[in-house]
């Protein structure tokens, strides 16, 4: 019975706070190019090589990475933007 189900795949721990901080790092080298060539799109970035993918939605690019880095987790900016995503709603 300890037979995986198919498709999933193994769990990889991270440190949070090196992640956050690879991610913070890898985003400032890479801010200037990716505002002049991919404004507005969304960018998965690897923060330990300092790859990145770009699409027109966070599932693209996040997609594109996992093809090259199938067990590592991404940041997405959209650059330009604050966030990634905007949620619009009544105003209170």
């Known amino acids: 019975m300890d037979k995986k189900p198919e498709g999933l795949k193994k ?3 991270i440190n949070i706070r090196e992640f956050r901080e690879k991610s913070g790092e890898a985003y400032k080298k890479l801010k200037p190019e990716l505002e002049e060539k991919y404004y ?3 960018v998965a970035i690897e923060p330990y090589s300092g790859d990145y993918f770009v699409g027109k939605s966070v599932v ?3 997609e594109k990475g996992k093809e090259k880095y199938p067990d590592r987790i991404f ?3 959209r650059p ?3 966030a990634v995503h905007h949620i619009r709603g009544p105003v209170l």
Do not use: D
């Open 11 to 13: 769990i990889v721990p």
């Open 40 to 42: 507005g799109l969304v």
């Open 60 to 62: 693209e690019a996040g």
């Open 75 to 77: 940041h997405f900016v």
């Open 80 to 82: 330009g933007f604050r």
